[in-house]
T-cell receptor, first 116, second 111 residues
Framework: DGGITQSPKYLFRKEGQNVTLSCEQN?????MYWYRQDPGQGLRLIYY???????QKGDIAEGYSVSREKKESFPLTVTSAQKNPTAFYLC???????????????FGDGTRLSIL | SQQGEEDPQALSIQEGENATMNCSYK?????LQWYRQNSGRGLVHLIL?????REKHSGRLRVTLDTSKKSSSLLITASRAADTASYFC???????????FGKGTRLHILP
């Protein structure tokens, strides 16, 4: 079955460490997205990518970095510059038709990041 | 910003009743989407309605959009225990390539 796989499900980071969250999809979608969700809040867009080797900043990109070397993969690195990284991180993808955010998004089951 | 705001924040109803939740936003949009999230899981897409549409249906779900009032509603008919979840609206604008999610409505279906 096609879908989006995020790993790991839980991740712990020490102060000053960079960590990378994995997102893989086998839906043959061109567009991929990273969101952050804080308790009791909606999602906030970190980065998105519409094609390989291209990506755009969302509303809260500071302290994060991404790469898009393959269509299937869109890893997110939470750098030490992100001062409040504890959150639930969600990856999504959508078909290539039309403008960004013009198609339903398919979500993974998230990675919960905590600071030790 | 064009933030979507859901109302109410929380809703508890008896199984079999209808549930209605609302979403308001501030600026012009190209589409509005509704998603469901079960606790600790990812979001599941429910319905996408474009700015030139007024109503869409999908099974027990009915979504309306009133662009003059900048508001949308999601109606779930004949609710079931499995409908217990948080429901989010998201508004998209092509003018600035943005998508904004609201804070959600927590729906609890009582047996």
């Amino acid at each position: 079955d096609g879908g989006i796989t995020q790993s790991p499900k839980y991740l712990f980071r020490k102060e000053g460490q960079n960590v990378t969250l994995s997102c893989e999809q086998n839906l043959n979608h061109d567009a991929m997205y990273w969101y952050r969700q804080d308790p009791g809040q909606g999602l906030r867009l970190i980065y998105y990518s519409q094609i390989v080797n291209d990506f755009q900043k969302g509303d809260i990109a500071e302290g994060y970095s991404v790469s898009r070397e393959k269509k299937e993969s869109f890893p997110l690195t939470v750098t030490s510059a992100q001062k409040n990284p504890t959150a639930f991180y969600l990856c999504a993808s959508s078909p290539p038709l039309g403008r960004p955010f013009d198609q339903p998004q398919h979500f993974g089951d998230g990675t919960r990041l905590s600071i030790l | 910003s064009q933030q979507g705001e859901e109302d109410p924040q929380a809703l508890s109803i008896q199984e079999g009743e209808n549930a209605t939740m609302n979403c308001s936003y501030k600026t012009s949009i190209n589409n509005l989407q509704w998603y469901r999230q079960n606790s600790g899981r990812g979001l599941v897409h429910l319905i996408l309605i474009r700015s030139n549409e007024r109503e869409k249906h999908s099974g027990r779900l009915r979504v309306t959009l009133d662009t003059s009032k900048k508001s949308s509603s999601l109606l779930i008919t004949a609710s079931r225990a499995a409908d217990t979840a948080s429901y989010f609206c998201a508004t998209a604008s092509f003018r600035d390539d943005k998508i904004i999610f609201g804070k959600g409505t927590r729906l609890h279906i009582l047996p």
